[in-house]
């Protein structure tokens, strides 16, 4: 693999990018700013924690409103995931920060779920393997009643899935990683078990129901160094390029076995799928909400209030 990382060709290019990028970042602010500081006078006049509710329904439909306005929604989201962004006027009256993660970016935790489903063979098998392994190198001390207590909440009945209802539904289904930390929280209430948050379950999984592959463009290099059977801090090395190569020449680069895994990742097409997270301030209190960005549409709404 070629290591000649600083020639001035290379410095160029990454300065082209920077470049890019900070315009892209100046165009998404621009935007945000001018369609949410318009609502600002009309939240404000109530700040009550009810009409925080309120407010975050406003926020969370502008948002949306201008994420289905960018025609380059490649560019918008690789934005997005770079960098948090805050707006806030200059007398600090109004604050808000937007920052979004790609959804489909590790194993669906949903997968686990699929042990009966013949035609999500590679999905259940990649999901429980990776859970076993988890379980394994971090001494999860009863990892059978985890695994049990997470089919508990995706809802899988123990019996043949059918065609018909072979996706996972939202009611059904894992759909943020807030909800799966709960069960974490039960689950060591039940077993005292103090080894349960060392294991760093977002490097590796995802969760979201939807998710029928994974973005590997925007894995973690522990999960791509767990999947290809490749040293983490040669990942690590790439993944540092802004400009690297194709995961697939990575990998054949370095001797993993990439077709063996195809089937479960969504290769170079851009996948339109991301968790946004908001915080913003009213009335001297910080309140919090999410929301799911699917192909146009806004998902999964979570309302966490206060914080």
């Known amino acids: 693999m070629d290591k000649t990382h600083s020639t001035p060709m290379i410095a160029k290019n990454r300065e082209g990018f920077a470049l890019l990028v900070t315009l892209s970042v100046l165009s998404v602010v621009i935007a945000l700013a001018t369609v949410l500081l318009s609502y600002f006078d009309e939240v404000q006049q109530d700040s009550s924690d009810t009409k925080a509710l309120i407010q975050a329904d406003i926020y969370h439909t502008n948002i949306t409103n201008i994420f289905q306005g960018f025609k380059n929604k490649e560019t918008l989201f690789s934005v997005l995931y770079s960098t948090a962004l805050p707006l806030r006027t200059e007398d600090e009256r109004f604050s808000l920060v937007l920052q979004c993660d790609p959804l489909y970016k590790g194993v669906n935790i949903n997968w686990l779920g699929l042990e009966n489903n013949s035609q999500k063979t590679a999905q259940y098998t ?59 929280e039960r689950y060591q209430f039940e077993t ?8 760093p379950w977002e490097k590796y999984f995802s969760f979201s129901p939807q998710a029928e592959k994974i973005d590997a463009k925007y894995s973690s290099p522990e999960l791509i160094a767990y999947l290809f059977d490749i040293d983490v801090e040669t990942v690590k090395e790439w993944s540092s390029f802004p400009e ?64």
């Open 126 to 184: 990649v999901a429980q393997e990776l859970f076993d392994t988890l379980a394994l190198e971090y001494t999860i001390e009863d990892a059978g009643r985890l695994r049990e207590m997470l089919i508990e909440e995706i809802g899988n009945e123990n019996k043949p899935v059918q065609k018909e209802q072979s996706r996972l539904h939202q009611k059904n289904g894992i759909i943020s990683y807030h909800q799966f930390a709960a069960i974490l």
């Open 244 to 307: 690297r190569g194709s995961l697939e020449d990575f990998v054949r680069e370095n001797g993993g076995e990439y077709t063996e895994r195809s089937n479960i990742l969504a290769g170079k097409t851009f996948v339109e799928a991301a968790g946004c997270s908001v915080s913003y301030a009213l009335a001297e209190q910080q309140y919090r909400f999410r929301f799911e960005y699917i192909d146009g549409e806004a998902k999964h709404f979570e309302f966490y209030g206060k914080y």
């Open 192 to 199: 005292d078990d103090s080894e349960i948050g060392t294991v």
